[in-house]
T-cell receptor
């Protein structure tokens, strides 16, 4: 176990709805990165939060947004859900903003109907 | 542009044999590479990494080889065990002055160990 916990584990939403996914980072880690993993694909970088600020963003539209809290936990929010948003959403924590030593959670499986 | 790909989507290996998983990358500026293992229902798990100033690195039963001339990365797993069955991803990062070194993952190779 990595110490990174995500909730919920599974979620079903309908098109147009909004969703919030949560992540608790490993103790001592101050950086959280979010990835989207479509079925049969590798994870795709969404964004990273470091010291409560967005610190890099992948090719995702603005309806994907996030927060990081003083305890370094994080939320991923997706507005106006689309069918293609169905995927496994992975949270990874690390110390510092480098991608070395990323520890991933088990993910939230989101299904959009 | 950035892209990380794999030559084969699936690989079956007899238990006890060695396995080799290959990965090609296109960006010669990438300076850090990582292999991850992902089991069903779990997030990616770090296996081994290598920097671009090295061509080989060994861990416990695993070896990563980097050939910068042909932009090729491989993961060798020795004496495979049933627990090695999983999807394996290679990932790369570009150097960044801002510290936000995102990982770019390949599609993955499903390794199946045959008892």
């Amino acid at each position: 176990e990595t110490g990174v916990t995500q909730s919920p584990t599974h979620l079903i939403k309908t098109r147009g709805q909004q969703v919030t996914l949560r992540c608790s980072s490993q103790s001592g880690h101050n950086t959280v990165s979010w990835y989207q993993q479509a079925l049969g694909q590798g994870p795709q970088f969404i964004f990273q939060y470091y010291r409560e600020e967005e610190n890099g963003r992948g090719n995702f539209p603005p309806r994907f947004s996030g927060l990081q809290f003083p305890n370094y936990s994080s939320e991923l929010n997706v507005n106006a859900l689309e069918l293609d948003d169905s995927a496994l959403y992975l949270c990874a924590s690390s110390f510092g903003s480098s991608s070395e030593k990323l520890f991933f959670g088990s993910g939230t499986q989101l299904s959009v109907l | 542009g950035e892209s990380v790909g794999l030559h084969l989507p699936t690989l079956s290996v007899q238990e006890g044999d060695n396995s080799i998983i290959n990965c090609a990358y296109s960006n010669s500026a990438s300076d850090y590479f990582i292999w991850y293992k992902q089991e069903s229902g779990k997030g990616p798990q770090f296996i081994i990494d290598i920097r671009s100033n090295m061509d080989k690195r060994q861990g416990q039963r695993v070896t990563v080889l980097l050939n910068k001339t042909v932009k090729h990365l491989s993961l060798q797993i020795a004496a495979t065990q049933p627990g090695d069955s999983a999807v394996y991803f290679c990932a790369e990062t570009l150097p960044s002055n801002f510290g936000n070194e995102k990982l770019t993952f390949g599609t993955g190779t499903r390794l199946t160990i045959i008892p």
